[in-house]
């Protein structure tokens, strides 16, 4: 039984009361661009795609980002910085907190209404003060569309790479979409659902009967998986990507292009081994041009202070889902990376 409790704003109207400026407008559309370029391999830079694991603070999450666009200018010739604004990330189990979009105030109750515009305000103040549009987490493909004209990059999760709504929607976006690995590993499911990202297909979206172009930018993230005990097992090393590099090919996929998930089951759930983790990739691009083609960047969990709290925690800056590394950590390594490229 559903109870109903209230009406909630469409996305036409969110947009209609809060919109980004003109400036802003060419602020993304730039951006967007500059990424298609990476992706396809154009723009020998790579992409890094960083921020806390769930934006839970707008005052934070503007702060820590304002930090990464000082940064971002120092690199932009070697990396593409992408903040993080994950807005309807929850905590794993689905407990308490269940990201900005259900829980605004996460010391509060759900109020998807206040949701829904706060993260629209985050998202619009982060373009329009940093320069940096943004990534976000398609967690679900129905709340797409309130955030649909202030993403440059779209996520699509290790629990939603299977789901055939998460597919087709993917294949709308106008941005690069990054598909995770499922839970399990499966890379041929993993290329299964960017071929059915890049294609076109026809299907129910809100209230219409859609049909799609297919993007041609939807590619690989590789974030690790867990066996059947529930082990992490990472796929970051040299012999997991030439693998997908062989199997892409002979997929005859568009764009090639892998990005590697730093954390999660590729770091064990140990955020601090995230600069190990980089560090080998940058030296494995290096060494190996096709490693190097393949891969065109990091996603990488990092806040303001190290390590994570619960929910009811008052640290500013620092995670309540998933741990981070902190801003000391996170200036080294992009530095670090920039000069190792």
Not at 39 to 52: H, M, N, T
Not at 141 to 160: C, F, T
Not at 178 to 193: A, E, Q, T, W
Request: glycine share 8%.
């Amino acid at each position: 039984m559903f109870e109903k409790i209230k009406k909630i704003l469409t996305p036409e109207e969110a947009k209609s009361k809060l919109q980004l400026s003109e400036a802003g407008r060419k602020i993304k559309s730039e951006r967007d661009l500059q990424l298609k370029k990476i992706i396809s391999g154009s723009d020998k830079r790579k992409i890094v795609i960083i921020g806390p694991c769930s934006a839970d603070n707008e005052a934070a999450v503007l702060d820590y980002i304002s930090r990464l666009a000082v940064i971002a200018e120092k690199v932009k010739d070697k990396l593409f910085i992408v903040p993080r604004i994950y807005t309807n990330k929850p905590r794993t189990r689905g407990d308490g907190y269940k990201g900005m979009f259900h829980n605004p105030n996460p010391h509060k109750g759900t109020d998807i209404q206040e949701g829904i515009m706060a993260i629209r305000d985050l998202h619009i103040k982060s373009i329009e003060r940093s320069g940096l549009s943004a990534a976000d987490e398609m967690l679900y493909p129905e709340n797409y569309e309130y955030l649909e004209d202030l993403l440059s990059y779209v996520a699509v999760g290790a629990r939603s790479s299977e789901n055939q709504q998460h597919r087709l929607v993917a294949s709308g976006v106008d941005v690069p979409v990054g598909v995770k690995n499922p839970m399990f590993g499966s890379m041929p499911v993993l290329l299964n659902s960017i071929y059915a990202a890049q294609i076109s297909s026809e299907f129910k979206y809100g209230n219409y009967q859609v049909k799609t172009s297919g993007n041609q930018y939807a590619h690989a993230v590789l974030r690790g998986c867990v066996d059947s005990f529930g082990n992490n097992m990472p796929n970051y090393h040299y012999e997991d990507v030439m693998r997908l590099y062989d199997m892409y090919t002979k997929q005859n996929l568009k764009n090639p292009a892998v990005i590697i998930d730093a954390n999660h089951s590729n770091s064990n759930k140990n955020p601090f081994e995230q600069e190990r983790i980089v560090k080998e990739l940058v030296a494995n691009m290096k060494s190996c041009d096709k490693f190097g083609e393949l891969v065109k960047g990091f996603m990488i969990e990092s806040y303001i202070v190290d390590g994570n709290q619960s929910p009811d925690g008052d640290v500013y800056g620092k995670s309540i889902t998933d741990a981070c590394i902190g801003w000391e950590k996170t200036e080294r390594l992009i530095y670090d990376v920039a000069d190792g490229i």
